[in-house]
């Protein structure tokens, strides 16, 4: 997924992941799939078993330190944000290493929940490249 990633130029400058050791693993590939350096991660307590609310609220507090953010997180909170996110595109349960990939027009992070998506795609490993 991280070699899907670099084809479709969508490699984050900031990083917000949860603390668990198996989203530290994903973050860990993924940097090196990308030759991103460990700077860009920032881990969250928050993101740890997060309810789709709470999320948004983790994200806002970034300020400007992003313009591509990637969150490594977990289920369900992180699917049920991204349906309420992108309905059309992203499965009600991500699968394990799925991506919902979402462009938005947003003055601050902070607007992301009110915020109509541009352009939305879910990739998953199944599905081919």
Do not use: K
């Given at each position: 997924m991280a070699n899907r990633l670099a084809e479709q130029q969508l490699v984050p400058d900031r990083l917000l992941?949860?603390?668990?050791?198996?989203?530290?693993?994903?973050?860990?590939?993924?940097?090196?799939?990308?030759a991103l350096d460990q700077t860009l991660v920032l881990p969250v307590e928050a993101l740890y078993l997060a309810e789709a609310g709470a999320i948004p609220e983790a994200i806002s507090r970034i300020g400007a330190l992003a313009q591509h953010l990637m969150i490594v997180a977990h289920n369900p909170g992180l699917s049920e944000l991204a349906q309420q996110l992108a309905p059309?595109?992203?499965?009600?349960?991500?699968?394990?290493?799925?991506?919902?990939?979402?462009?938005?027009?947003?003055?601050?992070?902070?607007?992301?929940?009110?915020?109509?998506?541009l352009e939305c795609r879910y990739d998953h490993p199944a599905q081919p490249a």
């Amino acid at each position: 997924m991280a070699n899907r990633l670099a084809e479709q130029q969508l490699v984050p400058d900031r990083l917000l992941i949860s603390p668990a050791s198996r989203t530290r693993e994903t973050t860990d590939f993924v940097l090196c799939q990308l030759a991103l350096d460990q700077t860009l991660v920032l881990p969250v307590e928050a993101l740890y078993l997060a309810e789709a609310g709470a999320i948004p609220e983790a994200i806002s507090r970034i300020g400007a330190l992003a313009q591509h953010l990637m969150i490594v997180a977990h289920n369900p909170g992180l699917s049920e944000l991204a349906q309420q996110l992108a309905p059309d595109v992203a499965p009600r349960d991500l699968p394990t290493a799925g991506m919902v990939t979402m462009l938005a027009d947003l003055a601050e992070w902070s607007d992301l929940a009110a915020t109509r998506m541009l352009e939305c795609r879910y990739d998953h490993p199944a599905q081919p490249a």
